[in-house]
Structures are given as structure tokens and as C-alpha cells.
């Protein structure tokens, strides 16, 4: 039987949760689900509650996207100018094509959600995967400031692309390049253009040497950990038709390679040159196919190429058309 100090602590119980402004039967059931979780302990019950609310802040700790590219983009401001400027390219077309994208809190973002920004914003799957890459490298700094749980772009899948093989250039299209790079501009982008067709060297890696880098007496030419797209050094061969045109026009070594304006230049020595549609890729790809015919060698093509495996040499870099018996190896000469 209840006493009359019982009834005094029910009615005060009552009193204490009618003053919560919520149902009072609401109130109790939450108050008996943290006893349960706290089985039956008021101290553990009231552990349970402050560690649920701790968890709670943490959750609701976010910021919008367009802050969390700025904390991003400062937390790659070492990277090279080149990925900075890919960076802020696409992270701007996200926020430029994707309405409200810009303002939306980072924990909300859904994987699905994401999928639809990459297809809203870029129109090609290489362009996709490449957004999504750097997308990615957004929720990765953000889950790191506690921003969001889990980074949602992992669950969405990058896309397969079917490699299409370049052409490369023939006889008569690579001394009609030489002879107009030659006379272009003092022969001033004569060096960059002989090294990516007779050693292979990306665009943007021969945008990053100097004569310092091109050893004549070792016959290599080096390629640095930061200088090269994958990461990784590497020295790649000076083979003796480009060893005769850098010893004609060497320079002191402190000295670029490219001249100033040189992205400029090219597109105009293109022109020059009677080249209406060129490939980026097109010299690269020729060595590659050249260097095959002559040494028949995958493994070190792949070394001279700086490629992780020779997947990519066998599915797109290689068109050996014409090669063998019409026209003479581009590297013995």
C-alpha cells in the first residue's frame, strides 16, 4: 500500500516532467528507455544519457561543401600548380552545375546523391572518374575533421573505359614536326618536342625539366619523383636521334627545357607544322610503338614509359601498322 510520502514523491515525479514541456507519458517512456539502457542504475542511466549527447554533437558537427574544398584545397597547397589547378577546376564545375550543391551540409551527402553530382556536372567517363577521384579527396578531408561519418564516394563505382588506340605519326609527319620546330621561334621549342618523341616523356613532365636533368654523358635523362605524373623516378634513355639534336642546342643547366609560354607555343608549332587535329598523347604513343618494333620488349618499355604495368602499353599505346616494313625504327638512325 502506497504511503502518503510515496504519493508526494509520484506527484512531484509527475511535476518534474510535466515541466520538460513534452507529453508526460512520452517523458516517462524515454526516462524508463535510459534506465533500461543504464540496467536499472541511475548513474549508468545518466552515463548513457551524457555519452548519447556527446555522440549527438559529434553528428551534427558538419560544414558545407564549399568550405570543406576550401579546407581541401589548403590542405593540398604543396601539391604541384598543375593539380591544384584540376582541383579547383572541378570543385568549382560541381558547385557551378549542381544547384545547392555548394551550400549542403557534408554528413547529409549520400553516395547516391554524389553519383548524381559526377553525371550532373561532367559529361565523359574519363571526366567522371576524374571528378569522382577528387570528390572523394573532398569527403577524405572532411571525414578527418570530423565533418562527415564515412566518405560516400568509395560506394560509387568509377566507370570502365574502353581504351581507343592512337595513331601515330609516320615518316614524312615526323620530319615535317622536326624541320618546322627547327625554324619556330629560333628553334625554341626544338628540345621539349625531340624529347617526348624519341624518349616518351609526358607533356607535363617535359614541362618540369631542366637541362640539368638531360645527362649526354650518361646518356639518360632523369626524370624526378616530383616531376613525373605516377610518383615514382625514373631515368629514361637518350637514344642517338635525340642525343645529336640536345648536343647541337644545349643549354645551361639551370635552364627549362620549355620556353616561357610554352603550351602557347606548341598548339602554334602544331599549326605551323600542318597539323589541324593533333593527339596530346600522339609523340608519346609513336615512341612507344617505335621503341616495341625495334627491342620487342614490354618490361622495358614500361620502365622508359614510367607505366605501373604493361596493361595500358598492350590495350592503347601500341599501333604497329606500318611500322616493320614500311617505315624505318624512329630510334636507330
Request: glycine share 6%; proline share 3%; with cysteine.
Amino acid at each position: 500500500m502506497k504511503t502518503k510520502s510515496d504519493r508526494k514523491t509520484e506527484l512531484a515525479a509527475v511535476e518534474v516532467l510535466r515541466q520538460t514541456g513534452v507529453d508526460v507519458l512520452e517523458a516517462a517512456l524515454v526516462a524508463k528507455r535510459a534506465l533500461e539502457a543504464g540496467r536499472g542504475r541511475v548513474k549508468r542511466a545518466m552515463a548513457c544519457i551524457a555519452a548519447g549527447e556527446e555522440e549527438l554533437r559529434r553528428r551534427e558537427k558538419t560544414v558545407t561543401f564549399a568550405r570543406a574544398v576550401e579546407v581541401a584545397l589548403e590542405a593540398r597547397k604543396d601539391r604541384r600548380a598543375r593539380t591544384l589547378s584540376d582541383f579547383r577546376g572541378i570543385t568549382r564545375r560541381f558547385m557551378k552545375r549542381c544547384e545547392g550543391m555548394a551550400n549542403r551540409r557534408m554528413r547529409s551527402i549520400s553516395a547516391e546523391e554524389c553519383k548524381e553530382y559526377i553525371y550532373q556536372a561532367f559529361d565523359t567517363p574519363r571526366q567522371r572518374n576524374k571528378a569522382r577521384l577528387i570528390l572523394s579527396g573532398v569527403f577524405s578531408t572532411a571525414c578527418k575533421r570530423g565533418w562527415c561519418a564515412e566518405n560516400p564516394v568509395r560506394k560509387v563505382e568509377p566507370e570502365r573505359i574502353e581504351e581507343k588506340r592512337i595513331s601515330i605519326l609516320k615518316e614524312k609527319e615526323i620530319g615535317r614536326l622536326l624541320h618546322t620546330a627547327e625554324e619556330f621561334e629560333g628553334g625554341a621549342c626544338l628540345a621539349a618536342t625531340a624529347i617526348m618523341l624519341y624518349a616518351g616523356v609526358r607533356p607535363n613532365e617535359v614541362e618540369r625539366l631542366r637541362w640539368s636533368d638531360v645527362r649526354l654523358d650518361d646518356g639518360v635523362i632523369c626524370i624526378a619523383p616530383h616531376h613525373s605524373k605516377t610518383g615514382g623516378a625514373r631515368h629514361v634513355t637518350i637514344f642517338q636521334p635525340l642525343a645529336r639534336i640536345l648536343k647541337r642546342i644545349r643549354r645551361p643547366g639551370d635552364e627549362r627545357i620549355c620556353p616561357p609560354n610554352w603550351r602557347r607555343l606548341r598548339t602554334r608549332l602544331h599549326r605551323e607544322a600542318g597539323f589541324s587535329n593533333w593527339q596530346p598523347d600522339v609523340l608519346r604513343h609513336t615512341f612507344a610503338t617505335h621503341h616495341l618494333a625495334t627491342f620487342r620488349n614490354y618490361a622495358e618499355l614500361q620502365l622508359e614509359m614510367g607505366h605501373r604495368s604493361a596493361e595500358l602499353l598492350r590495350t592503347r599505346y601500341i599501333a604497329m601498322e606500318g611500322v616493320y616494313r614500311r617505315e624505318k625504327s624512329l630510334l636507330i638512325s
